[in-house]
């Protein structure tokens, strides 16, 4: 069974310094696609960034970016210039095949 | 732009009734799903649908009943409420193709409880 864990229960930022993320998720397979999704208290569910297995460079968006490790199975999330607006729950996914299997969440708060 | 749209928002059910969550996406996605969000947890698939009139149980599916008669709807269907049925539902959709990370986008989350 894939699984994917979240480390850091909660963290804290402060306004427009950086941030950083862990994941790491266990599989045999060797193409698959990870996914950072953020869920402000609304709870709807936003993508942040997304991942190819394939793919050695890392993904960027903006002041989102990874550090995909393969090798060590390891994928997180650094966020950059940190905004009040970037507090919120950060979920970790993975994919391979129909569905998505999440980590349990990383409790993000940004400080003024 | 509607993307993928769940009713109710909130819903507070007795023990024992039943209810269905209504979902339904304007994006043409082959595929659909039902997750469900628990306090401190991240989201647990329930069911989901390769195509209309193609169902498949996720981790969590008992308690649940779904349907997919079109390619746009895919209701979830909870018979006899209990407890532990009060969580957050997500729908969400995807255009997959074996070999693609589609990116999966979910509706805005149906709040239920059962008392």
């Known amino acids: 069974a894939q699984t994917v864990t979240q480390s850091q229960p909660e963290m804290s930022v402060q306004e427009a310094e950086t941030v950083t993320l862990s994941c790491t998720y266990d599989?045999?397979?060797?193409?698959?696609?990870l996914f950072w999704y953020k869920q402000p208290p609304s709870r709807q569910m936003i993508l942040v960034i997304r991942?190819?297995?394939?793919?050695?460079q890392n993904a960027t968006e903006n002041r989102f970016s990874v550090n995909f490790q393969k090798a060590a199975k390891s994928f997180s999330l650094k966020i950059s210039d940190s905004q009040l607006g970037d507090a919120a729950m950060y979920f970790c996914?993975?994919?391979?095949?129909?569905?998505?299997?999440f980590g349990k969440g990383t409790s993000l708060l940004v400080t003024p | 732009n509607a993307g993928v749209t769940q009713t109710p928002k909130f819903r507070i059910l007795k023990i024992g009734q039943s209810m269905t969550l209504q979902c339904t996406q304007d994006m043409n996605h082959n595929y659909m799903y039902w997750y469900r969000q628990d306090p401190g947890m991240g989201l647990k698939l329930i069911y989901y649908s390769v195509g209309a009139g193609i169902t498949d149980k996720g981790e969590v599916p008992n308690g649940y009943n779904v349907s997919r008669s079109t390619t746009e709807d895919f209701p979830l269907r909870l018979e006899l409420a209990a407890p532990s049925q009060t969580s957050v539902y997500f729908c969400?959709?995807?255009?997959?193709?074996?070999?693609?990370?589609?990116?999966?986008?979910f509706g805005e989350g149906s709040w239920l409880t059962v008392v």
């Open positions: 969400a959709s995807s255009y997959f193709v074996q070999g693609s990370g589609n990116t999966i986008y």
């Open positions: 991942q190819e297995a394939y793919k050695q």
């Open positions: 996914a993975y994919r391979t095949g129909y569905a998505l299997n």
């Open positions: 599989t045999s397979e060797s193409d698959y696609y």
